[in-house]
């Protein structure tokens, strides 16, 4: 899979050379480009913002240097991902999605966000989704890309190594996860469940999965039915 950023911020993007997606960066598995916006422009002070029409608080960004990028980048199966609050939410079964896809295009806004015509543009010539990170307010785009990134990037065969822990975790089933405990057995007064020490695996996949019904419907009783 490859994957393309436009930002004004590319050192967010440093990010991607550490850890598990570094090395499948490395070993060609994930391809990643980050770009300037800014090398788009053609003025001298390099602009990408300008002042709302119709006005209002903060600046908006212009859509010529997008449209050149996207017109450089983008190619015919390219998905066009636009991070905005205004997006639907950005789910499990979205990054599933994404991550079946050959050529992600990641379109990092900042200010006020980005002129509508580009994002209308896109959507006449590209597969285009606005995705939101959630209900609470970023700087920009920048750091739901990186979240974004990282959901797919996981899911592309290979990069995570050991695939089980893909299936058994967190949102696959729907359910939060289990509790988790290592050694020592006793720390600070505290011990781990006794049905973990006692070998039946049986009994510890059932207290596991009540574990995770349990935890569900307390903290996050949305997830149930
Ligand atoms: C932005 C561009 C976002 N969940 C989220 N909160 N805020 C954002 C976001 C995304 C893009 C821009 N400001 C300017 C905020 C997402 N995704």
Redesign the pocket.
Known sequence: MRIDVLTIFPEYFDALKISLIGKASSSGLLEFGIHDLRDFTHDRHKTVDDTPYGGGAGMVMRPEPWGEALDKLAVQDTVVVF???A?QLFTQGIASELASSRHILLCC???E?IDERVVEHAKSRWTVRV????D??????EV?ALAMIEAVSRLVPGVIGNEQSLIEESHADGLLEYPSFTKPSEWRGLSVPEILLSGDHAAIAAWRKQQQIERTRLIRPDLID
């Not at 609470?136 to 785009?141: A, E, I």
């Open positions: 991070p905005s609050p997006g806004g900042r200010y966000g995705l939101s990170l959630g609470y307010v970023l700087n920009g785009g739901a």
